[in-house]
């Protein structure tokens, strides 16, 4: 029988971080989580996140904008409506809201819970069905400081729960933050891929300097190295490097890659379920990309075990991660506020079993961290 929306509920969390997190354009030293929980007539309930970084340091939406447009705007779309059809919801809500992707994307997470957990399959089943039951999964260094990234890199090797490594740069000069990916290389050695995410820090001509020297170093990828919105100049750096560039921040959704295809980008994608707004729409981009010849990526917004379980869920129905994944957000806060966390381990992340996102929370833990 299918079953109707009657309570949406959000709350926002907020989480230490194990170390501060350095990005080009702000430092964290805590994760504020957007969690929704969604109830049904027949008493189950669905979970979802929606989850940036830095306040708006790095993208449009808060954490205070993504509950009040859920709560004010979004959730009265929802309640009432019955469950039978997640796209006929997903619908419903981007014919009345426009833009808002995290928001959605938290809630389309919630509704694809519950209706795995009403329907008794995991969300990788609504998906289409997983491929892969373990998603490659590299740690991002961010210390900001050149000997602590090292030796946090050599205890992962060596625990044997990563061996490719993501670094935050584009604060410094390039001169000084060249020469900090360049000793991070040449002490991990072989081994490790190393890459690094500028957030689009650099302008054209510095890009420009920044990638000879790090394709000198040996860095495998270099992300979003230029601003979000000028795909021009990105397309020209990936015609004109060895070194691949991966764009992040300037590519949402299905359509914006195909824009940046046509115009020549020969890189890879990261996909975020938040910025396509759900994991439906990232799937799509998946498509489009894979359709143009670019390698896909698993990309995070540093979402907790919720939001890193929704992704999960998403990526295993892809054939192929060209780059792996990135979905290493639940280790980087200090506590997590559900009971059985994500098992990492071999590089990679395994893949939940369970209906839904196949996870529960710990209301203990949830009161704790909940924001008054
Ligand atoms: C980003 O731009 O990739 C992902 C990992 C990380 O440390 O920051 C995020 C955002
Ligand atoms: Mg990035």
Redesign the pocket.
């Known amino acids: 029988m299918t079953s109707k929306i009657t309570h949406i509920e959000t709350m926002l969390v907020d989480i230490p971080t194990i170390r501060p997190?350095k990005?080009s354009m702000t430092s964290m030293a805590v994760q504020t989580m957007v969690i929704i929980r969604i109830k049904d007539d027949q008493g189950r309930e669905g979970l979802g996140e929606g989850t940036t970084?830095g306040g708006l340091a790095y993208g449009p939406e808060s954490p205070e904008s993504i509950k009040m447009n859920i709560d004010t705007y979004l959730a009265p779309l929802l309640i009432g409506q019955p469950l039978h059809s997640i796209k006929l919801l997903v619908q419903r809500l981007s014919m009345s809201v426009r833009g808002n992707m995290i928001a959605k994307s938290a809630l389309q997470t919630a509704l694809l819970d519950l209706q795995g957990k009403h329907l008794g399959v995991p969300v990788s089943t609504l998906l289409g069905g997983a491929i892969h039951q373990h998603i490659p999964c590299l740690w991002?260094l961010?210390s900001g400081d050149t000997d602590k990234d090292i030796a946090e890199a050599k205890a992962l090797i060596a625990s044997g729960r990563h061996c490719d490594f993501?670094l935050?740069i584009g604060s410094r000069h390039v001169n000084e933050d060249v020469a900090h990916v360049a000793a991070i290389k040449a002490a991990l050695g072989n081994s490790a891929s190393v890459r690094v995410?500028v957030?689009q820090a650099w302008d054209e001509s510095t890009a420009t300097k920044g990638m000879a020297a790090l394709q000198d170093a040996g860095v495998d990828l270099v992300?979003?190295p230029t601003p979000a919105k000028e795909w021009d100049a990105l397309v020209r750096l990936s015609q004109k490097f060895t070194i691949p560039i991966l764009a992040?921040?300037g590519v949402a959704d299905a359509a914006d890659i195909f824009q940046l295809a046509q115009r020549g980008f020969n890189g890879g994608i990261?996909l975020k379920i938040a910025k396509a707004g759900g994991p439906i729409e990232a799937l799509y981009a998946a498509t489009v990309s894979s359709a143009s010849g670019m390698g896909l990526y698993g990309?995070?917004?540093?979402e907790g075990s919720i939001g890193t379980a929704a992704s999960i869920h998403a990526w295993s129905t892809l054939p192929k991660l060209h780059w792996g994944s990135?979905m290493f957000g639940p280790l980087l806060l200090q506590d997590d506020i559900i009971k059985q966390p994500l098992r990492y381990h071999d590089n990679g992340v395994d893949v939940p079993q369970l209906p839904g996102l196949g996870i529960e929370i710990d209301e203990v833990k949830l009161a704790l961290y909940r924001r008054k």
């Open positions: 997190h990005l970084i991002v961010a993501k935050k995410d957030n992300e979003q992040d921040e990261a990309g995070t917004l540093l990135e």
